[in-house]
């Protein structure tokens, strides 16, 4: 239903870029570190969670993801 985000990257990167195809939509992943628990971001809202639910219909997702 979702993509599982657990990304395990070296301290010293600060940013990330995934793209990933998933049910016939693109995903555009920036992983950032954060200090507090898992969330993501998509058009100004937030939603807190560690995998990024999937949306029937929709065919690209800019996503900046919290670990």
Known sequence: DGLLIDPCM???W????????F???????S???SQGER???ENGQTVKS???????????RN???YY
């Open 10 to 12: 070296p301290s010293e």
């Open 63 to 65: 996503i900046e993801f």
């Open 14 to 21: 600060k940013e990330v870029y995934v793209k990933r195809n």
């Open 31 to 33: 992983l950032k570190p």
């Open 23 to 29: 049910r016939g939509c693109v995903y555009n992943i």
């Open 50 to 60: 560690g995998k990024i639910l999937h949306k029937d219909g929709v065919k690209e």
């Open 39 to 41: 969330y993501y971001t």
